[in-house]
């Protein structure tokens, strides 16, 4: 247990008690993280704009002593997203010229992405959609959700959904299974996937009632957000495994940080731990210019180099495709096969 709260020993594998002794404000930074109470009202600042929530159990997995542990760096807030570089963005792909309804982006013709909450159980540092979090507006309404339903139903081009947020994981079980049981009732969805860091962060949220209610919905996929080996715990395997014994495929997108997994050593590792727990090394992700995230970005070089080499000396089983993502409808770009000092790459939906 990373500290003695009341409890913890006997309630440690409920979720809900996971997200209510989160840690969120800038005196629980001094006392249980070690900041500096010279930095709390700094760092309260910071949480204004940004705030942050990390649950125990995540919490558990970091050496609280070591200002450079990959767990921290994720999770713990840094006084350094106050900085805003030239080329950041709040929104750097462009996702809200493609709200079509609130809540619902139709960026690319066959699929569609449905936000369902701005909601975390683990407020990543890095987020691509921490705009979001300015708002705090929580769950969507029931109603917001029909309107998103009923946009789906009257474009029959739209073949996959995508079940994202915030994380639609913090949703009741019963509302996620309202959600796709009405998203499946489209004749011509047929396919839905859902992303979520819950696995990594939260494990305890997989059980078997969550599990049986995907199950109810295949095809559907999962994919999800490990971006360090030593987040491949045995609880995150366990959560990962349930999912697959109902059928359910699992994947992985990780996103290249800087002090995280911008080493080969750490990224092979990674892959491998994740092989060996059958969830699929799907994509690496060029972090995102979000406002506040410049100290995570890498050279995209550094990137491809990592990528090449991880291709030259893994399995292919375990070998994810190093990506850039575009705005408007360009889409992603596979960097990896490419010369960067050849021609540029062709994007790709």
């Avoid at 440690?12 to 500096?36: F, M, P, Y």
């Avoid at 995150?236 to 996103?255: E, F, H, K, T």
């Avoid at 290249?256 to 080493?263: A, E, F, H, I, T």
Wanted: hydrophobic share 35%; glycine share 6%.
């Amino acid at each position: 247990m990373p500290w003695g709260t009341a409890g913890a020993r006997d309630r440690w594998d409920d979720w809900h008690w996971q997200c209510a002794n989160r840690i969120r404000t800038a005196s629980d930074l001094v006392e249980k993280i070690g900041i500096g109470r010279d930095l709390e009202q700094r760092y309260a600042e910071l949480l204004t704009i940004y705030p942050y929530a990390v649950t125990p159990y995540y919490l558990s997995l970091m050496h609280r002593d070591d200002p450079d542990d990959p767990i921290r760096l994720q999770c713990i807030p840094d006084v350094k997203e106050l900085e805003f570089g030239p080329d950041e963005r709040d929104d750097p792909l462009a996702e809200q010229q493609h709200e079509k309804v609130p809540g619902l982006l139709h960026r690319f013709p066959d699929r569609a992405l449905v936000i369902t909450t701005d909601r975390c159980a683990v407020y990543c540092r890095h987020c691509m959609r921490k705009r979001l979090w300015r708002a705090r507006r929580g769950d969507r309404s029931n109603e917001e959700l029909l309107r998103m339903v009923d946009y789906i139903r009257t474009h029959p081009e739209i073949r996959e959904v995508i079940v994202s947020g915030g994380d639609p994981l913090m949703l009741p079980t019963e509302r996620i299974d309202r959600l796709l049981g009405a998203l499946r009732a489209i004749p011509h969805v047929e396919v839905v996937r859902v992303g979520s860091r819950i696995p990594v962060v939260m494990p305890m949220r997989i059980d078997e009632e969550l599990c049986r209610t995907l199950e109810k919905y295949r095809p559907l996929w999962f994919v999800t957000h490990f971006n360090h080996p030593r987040e491949v715990s045995p609880e995150a395997a366990r959560a990962c495994d349930l999912l697959l014994r109902r059928g359910i495929p699992v994947s992985n997108q990780s996103v290249l940080l800087r002090g995280v997994n911008d080493s080969l050593e750490v990224m092979r590792e990674l892959c491998q731990a994740l092989q060996r727990i059958s969830v699929r090394p799907y994509y690496v992700f060029q972090c995102d210019p979000v406002r506040g995230t410049g100290h995570f970005r890498t050279p995209v070089r550094a990137g491809v180099a990592i990528a090449t080499a991880l291709r030259a000396t893994s399995s292919g089983l375990c070998v994810p495709t190093f990506m850039v993502d575009t705005p408007g409808r360009d889409g992603k770009i596979p960097l990896e096969a490419y010369r960067l000092e050849g021609e540029p790459p062709r994007a790709v939906p």
